[in-house]
């Protein structure tokens, strides 16, 4: 990937595409640093009880790794200067080492006064179902300043 050059960032430019894997051994380390220990992320048992297949990994890992394609592509985190989303779906954690692959794609969508505006898109590409991707956030974006970081 090239330097990232905030005088030829324009809209419809793609950012290079993210994989992630999302593991329980991820859903551990981040229940412990964010103190997040829902048995939904590590017991079957409880998550079932629920009503899910099976556990899944936390809302807000999925959110802040999904970030990781702007942050990769502006060099500067100090450059995002807002981030939203909607989780539309949860990301299904198999009891393997492989975990489930999230696919992160994203596209400059707009630019106003020197503020670009990623759209991001997070999916599981097929779900064990039916074999369709399952979005797993919605209306996912990032605003990044392309002049110096305050």
């Known amino acids: 990937m090239s330097a990232f050059d905030p005088a030829a960032v324009a809209v419809g430019d793609e950012l290079p ?11 551990v380390r981040y229940a412990g640093a964010s103190t997040d ?45 807002g981030y939203s989303v909607r989780f539309t779906g949860p990301v299904p ?3 393997d080492d492989e975990g489930t692959l999230v696919r992160v794609t994203a596209k400059v969508t707009g630019i106003d006064d020197g503020i670009a505006t990623v759209l991001i898109d997070a999916r599981v590409p097929a779900d064990s ?12 974006r990032a605003r990044v300043r392309l002049g110096e970081p305050a």
Request: proline fraction near 7%; glycine fraction near 10%.
């Open 129 to 140: 179902e039916d074999g369709r991707p399952v979005k797993v956030l919605g209306a996912a």
């Open 37 to 81: 220990f829902n048995p939904i992320h590590w017991s079957d048992r409880m998550a079932r009880g629920l009503g899910l297949d099976g556990v899944i990994i936390h809302g807000m890992w999925t959110m802040g790794a999904a970030l990781r394609i702007v942050t990769d592509w502006c060099a500067d985190p100090a450059r995002l200067v």
């Open 93 to 95: 954690l198999p009891d």
């Open 17 to 27: 595409p993210l994989d992630l894997r999302a593991t329980r051994a991820a859903a």
